[in-house]
């Protein structure tokens, strides 16, 4: 089960069963940027940008992420 957190009005922390972070920014302009958490960083890596949710769930291969950003689609 993926736990998910409003950090923001617009910014969203998906934390995967393995315990993975993934940031989901929502721009104004419609796009969304992706950033995973990297084991043993405290900082956020930069991130990926995407049209839109479901395009970012096409572009990763990961389940783990995959499975994350789903959830946030159907929450």
């Given at each position: 089960m993926n736990?998910i957190?409003?950090?923001?009005?617009?910014?969203?922390?998906?934390?995967?069963?393995?315990?993975?972070d993934?940031?989901?920014?929502?721009?104004g302009?419609?796009?969304v940027s992706?950033y995973?958490q990297?084991?043993?960083?405290?900082?956020?890596p930069?991130?990926?940008?995407f049209?839109n949710?479901?395009?970012?769930a096409?572009?990763?291969k990961?389940?783990?992420?995959?499975?994350?950003?789903?959830?946030?689609m159907?929450a």
């Amino acid at each position: 089960m993926n736990l998910i957190t409003q950090e923001t009005e617009t910014f969203f922390t998906v934390t995967t069963e393995k315990g993975t972070d993934v940031g989901v920014a929502f721009h104004g302009w419609g796009a969304v940027s992706i950033y995973i958490q990297s084991k043993g960083l405290r900082s956020m890596p930069r991130g990926r940008q995407f049209k839109n949710l479901a395009e970012a769930a096409k572009a990763y291969k990961s389940a783990e992420v995959k499975s994350a950003l789903r959830a946030l689609m159907e929450a």
